[in-house]
């Protein structure tokens, strides 16, 4: 059975740094595709980044290019999304996202993906 398990959302101030982590456990860590999604009351969760775990090749949303980076580590079974530069925009809920089937046309794609991590609030301010 496939678990993710999310950590380091917390209050920052504009223009400060977060790291998240997501703990993949069950399944083979390589064969995954991790994205990172977010999401704000009233709006539908939103692609921010992904990462494929066999060959590292990384995705981004084009609001968070040059801010955030998303790496794994394999001994660790675990993915991060490192935050910099933040502002009032990146506020939401971040969730972990992993899937062993995606084709590349859907790897933004919330629903394409089957296993979800627990979400971590992210809030920035003024």
């Known amino acids: 059975q496939v678990q993710l398990v999310e950590s380091g959302g917390g209050s920052v101030q504009v223009g400060g740094s977060l790291r998240l982590s997501c703990e993949v456990s069950g399944g083979t860590f390589r064969r995954f595709v991790v994205g990172w999604f977010r999401q704000t009351p009233g709006k539908e969760r939103e692609f921010v980044a992904a990462?494929?775990?066999?060959?590292?090749?990384?995705y981004y949303e084009d609001s968070v290019k040059g801010r955030f980076t998303i790496s794994r580590d394999n001994a660790k079974n675990t993915v991060y999304l490192q935050m910099s530069s933040l502002n009032l925009e990146d506020t939401a809920v971040y969730y972990c996202?992993?899937?062993?089937?995606?084709?590349?046309?859907?790897?933004?794609?919330?629903?394409?993906?089957?296993?979800w991590g627990q979400g971590t609030q992210v809030t920035v301010s003024s």
């Open positions: 996202a992993a899937d062993q089937h995606l084709i590349q046309s859907s790897i933004r794609n919330f629903g394409e993906y089957d296993y």
């Open positions: 990462i494929k775990l066999g060959g590292g090749a990384t």
